[in-house]
């Protein structure tokens, strides 16, 4: 069983810095695609970022020059640094991985950033 496990949430203010990471339980070696999501209250899961499993990434327009998602095969994470954050990434951040023809998801990490 495929397990992504989110850490690294918590509260901010506006212009700070936030690092959240993605654990997947049986390394992240044989997933062909993974990323963030984020979902807001009372809104839709929204992309993030993604990245493959030879490192190119793609970014929502609402985050590119501020966030940066990386993967590191040796701590089996994903990772997603997010720096010069604003109230309106405060949502609930979910990490997810393509594996063969399967999505599985994490169960989500809270981020808010105050005004």
């Known amino acids: 069983q495929v397990q992504l496990v989110e850490s690294g949430g918590g509260l901010v203010q506006a212009g700070g810095s936030l690092r959240l990471s993605c654990v997947a339980s049986?390394?992240?070696?044989?997933?062909?695609?993974m990323g963030w999501y984020r979902q807001a209250p009372g809104g839709q899961r929204d992309l993030v970022a993604t990245i493959t499993a030879s490192g190119r990434t793609t970014y929502a327009e609402s985050v590119k020059g501020r966030f940066t998602i990386s993967r590191d095969q040796t701590k089996k994470t994903v990772n997603l640094q997010m720096n010069s954050l604003k109230p309106d990434d405060t949502a609930v951040y979910y990490c997810?991985?393509?594996?063969?023809?399967?999505?599985?998801w994490g169960q989500g990490t809270q981020v808010t950033v105050s005004s």
């Open positions: 997810t991985g393509h594996l063969r023809v399967s999505d599985y």
């Open positions: 049986r390394g992240i070696f044989s997933f062909a695609l």
